[in-house]
């Protein structure tokens, strides 16, 4: 009798187990690709470059829409942009910053002291090239 | 007022390149792509007269100098994004149109203002424009999974 219990019983009980691990564990891994991404930390001197010359239209606390709606560095650093999202901003930023487009000429006009050295460019170009290169390869 | 007729019979022969219209497209996207159907219905009716080799003209747009403004936003706007060469787009470039995308479409930004003045079916309402910029974002997800 006890024989057959464990015969029985035990394997039974192994592969209802197994079952619903394996389903949950599909739920968790389909839930985990359709959320955000782990969270990008971003540099010490890359962020402050950012804090001082970027953040100001391209954050949360910005009060225009649209300028924050292109590019947010929040998002970026608390896991809201999937990885495609993060990949196209990078090269979104190493586009802007080649062709000298941002800080924008008009809003520099008002405060000239936002320009970015081209020190801090090539900061932010090389951050980028290689945040984006680490992604691609994930 | 005859010189006003005369002049706007004249400018008619001024020779203006209409962007040319192909039906058969083998790189478009959604020849190749699975695009739900209320995704795919939008991108036709409010994107691909300006997005795509697949223009609608209307009859107006033969005539000058309408057909200017006309002629030189279909160039600009093909330039920027065709999808009927979708296929041949590099990721990177996929990659950052489709985030483009859902910016300009819930920013508004898209159709443009002129566009849907003269097409009021291509005016969309919020849940067109959330739905087009969820299958964006779920496309772009897809390229780097």
């Excluded at chain 1, 739920?27 to 010359?53: F, G, Q, R």
């Excluded at chain 2, 020779?15 to 792509?33: H, V």
């Excluded at chain 2, 009927?84 to 950052?96: F, G, Q, T």
């Amino acid at each position: 009798m006890k024989n057959r219990i464990t015969k029985v019983l035990v394997p039974f009980i192994l592969l209802i187990t197994l079952i619903f691990f394996s389903f949950s564990k599909g739920l968790n891994e389909e839930y985990i690709t359709t959320s955000a991404i782990e969270p990008i930390e971003i540099p010490e001197d890359v962020k402050a470059v950012l804090d001082n010359k970027c953040t100001g239209c391209h954050s949360n606390d910005t009060k225009g829409g649209k300028s924050k709606m292109k590019m947010n560095f929040d998002k970026f650093t608390n896991g809201d942009y999937s990885t495609g999202k993060t990949i196209s901003k990078l090269g979104k930023i190493t586009k802007q910053l080649n062709k000298g487009k941002m800080p924008p000429k008009k809003f520099l006009e008002k405060y000239p002291d936002k320009k970015l050295t081209e020190e801090e460019s090539n900061l932010l170009l090389n951050w980028a090239s290689e945040e984006s290169t680490i992604l691609k390869k994930e | 007022m005859y010189f006003l007729v005369v002049v706007l019979v004249l400018i008619q022969f001024y020779p203006t390149d209409k962007p040319l219209t192909y039906d058969n497209n083998p790189n478009g996207l959604l020849q190749n792509n699975q695009v739900p159907i209320n995704v795919s219905s939008i991108l036709k009716s409010a994107c691909y007269d300006c997005h795509s080799n697949e223009t609608k003209y209307p009859w107006y747009a033969s005539i000058a100098p309408l057909k200017w403004l006309i002629y030189s936003d279909i160039n600009k706007g093909r330039e920027e994004l065709n999808f009927s060469e979708w296929d041949i787009i590099n990721k990177e470039e996929k990659a950052e149109i489709l985030d483009d995308i859902s910016t300009v479409i819930l920013e508004e930004e898209m159709p443009l203002k002129k566009y849907t003045f003269f097409h009021p079916e291509a005016k969309l309402n919020p849940v067109d424009r959330e739905n087009i910029a969820e299958w964006s974002d779920e496309l772009l997800d897809s390229l780097y999974n």
